[in-house]
C-alpha cells in the first residue's frame, strides 16, 4: 500500500524550514527517505527503525510515530542544493527476508529560491 | 554506501525490438537487486525483486514475460524489455539492497519510437 505523502510541494527561501510527511495505514517495520533531482537517480538521506534506530545524515533529522505510522522529514536552514523531489519509502511489518520491498510515496517537490 | 552502475544510461529504440539494460553492483556483492520503473513526475513503482541464482518476483500487474530478469551474478542484474512498445517509455533504475538502504543506479532512460 502506497504511503501518502504532504504537502505535495512546498516552495521555501534559502534558510528557512520545511517539514515532509508520510503516512502509512498499514504497521510499518521501517521507513526511509530519499532526495531525487531531476533525471538522476534517488539519494538514500535516512532510514529509521521500528524501536527507535535511525541512520542517515547530520544534517537531516526525522522522526517515526509508530504508534501512528507516521514519520516526519525536518529540513532546517534550508540550502539551494536541498531542491529536489523527497520520496519517503515504507517497508511494512510483515516484510523480511525474501519479502523484503519498500513502497515509495508519491514525492514533495521542494524547491529553494536564493 | 556501494556504487551501483547502470548501461545504457539512454537508449532508443524502433517499436517491437528487445532492450537489455544492465545493473552492476561494483563494489558490494548484492545477492537481491531492485528494478523500479518511474514516469515523468510520478513516484518509483517496484517492478521485480531479482534473487542472484533464482527467477524474479514480478509486482502485481507487470509482465514477466515481456520484462525478462536476470541475476546470474552477485555483481549483475539485467533487465530486458521484449517487443517494446511507446508506452514502454520510461526511466529505469536498479538499487541493491544493502544492509539498511538501497543503493540505486543512475537509471536507464528508454524511449521507443
Known amino acids: 500500500q502506497q504511503p501518502v505523502q504532504s504537502p505535495q510541494a512546498v516552495i521555501l527561501r534559502e534558510g528557512e524550514d520545511a517539514v515532509i510527511n508520510c503516512s502509512s495505514s498499514?504497521?510499518?517495520?521501517?521507513v526511509h527517505w530519499y532526495r531525487q533531482k531531476h533525471g538522476e537517480a534517488p539519494v538514500f538521506l535516512m532510514i529509521?527503525?521500528?524501536?527507535?534506530e535511525q541512520k542517515g545524515h547530520e544534517k537531516i533529522s526525522a522522526s517515526f510515530n509508530e504508534k501512528k505510522q507516521q514519520s516526519s522529514l525536518y529540513l532546517t536552514a534550508s540550502q539551494l542544493s536541498y531542491s529536489g523531489t523527497y520520496f519517503c519509502g515504507t517497508e511494512m511489518e510483515n516484510s523480511g527476508g525474501s519479502n523484503y520491498k519498500l513502497t515509495f510515496g508519491k514525492g514533495t517537490l521542494l524547491t529553494v529560491n536564493p | 554506501g556501494a556504487v551501483v552502475s547502470q548501461h545504457p544510461s539512454w537508449v532508443i529504440c524502433k517499436s517491437g525490438t528487445s532492450v537489455k539494460i544492465e545493473c552492476r553492483s561494483l563494489d558490494f556483492q548484492a545477492t537481491t537487486m531492485f528494478w523500479y520503473r518511474q514516469f515523468p513526475k510520478q513516484s518509483l513503482m517496484l517492478m521485480a525483486t531479482?534473487?542472484?541464482?533464482?527467477?524474479?518476483?514480478?509486482e502485481q500487474g507487470v509482465e514477466k514475460d515481456k520484462f525478462l530478469i536476470n541475476h546470474a551474478s552477485l555483481t549483475l542484474s539485467t533487465l530486458t524489455v521484449t517487443s517494446a512498445h511507446p508506452e514502454d517509455s520510461s526511466f529505469y533504475i536498479c538499487?541493491?539492497?544493502?544492509?539498511?538502504?538501497?543503493?540505486f543506479g543512475p537509471g536507464t532512460r528508454l524511449t521507443v519510437t
Open positions: 538499487s541493491v539492497r544493502g544492509p539498511y538502504e538501497q543503493y
Open positions: 498499514k504497521a510499518l517495520y521501517s
Open positions: 529509521l527503525l521500528k524501536g527507535g
Open positions: 531479482s534473487n542472484e541464482g533464482s527467477k524474479a518476483t514480478y
